[in-house]
Nanobody, 119 residues
């Protein structure tokens, strides 16, 4: 079991920046692939960025060049640095911890943090 707590959301003007944090507890953080997803009202939850246990990163096309995902295994925390924010980035952002074993695939989710980009 992994418990995830996101923080860092808020209201920001277009072109601004925010850094989201996701603190993990309850298991060995370093073995999990971590991800950030977002969900706007009336829309499905979409992947924003992922980082594997080995540090390989993947980004949605819509955020490439603007967002950066990173992890600090010593602090059991994954970050999402968001720059050049646009109104269409407005959503609830969720942190995910994923692990695949011979016994199955597991996903753990945080409660989400609201990001609103508006002037």
């Amino acid at each position: 079991q992994v418990q995830l707590v996101e923080s860092g959301g808020g209201l920001v003007q277009p072109g601004g920046s925010l850094r989201l944090s996701c603190a993990a507890s309850g298991s060995i953080f370093s073995i999990y692939d971590m991800g950030w997803y977002r969900q706007a009202p009336g829309k499905q939850r979409d992947m924003v960025a992922r980082i594997t246990s080995g540090g390989r990163t993947t980004y949605a096309d819509s955020v490439k060049g603007r967002f950066t995902i990173s992890r600090d295994n010593a602090k059991n925390t994954v970050y999402l640095q968001m720059n050049s924010l646009k109104p269409e980035d407005t959503a609830v952002y969720y942190c995910d911890a994923h692990r695949t074993t011979v016994g199955g695939s597991y996903d753990y989710w945080g409660q989400g943090t609201q990001v609103t980009v508006s002037s």
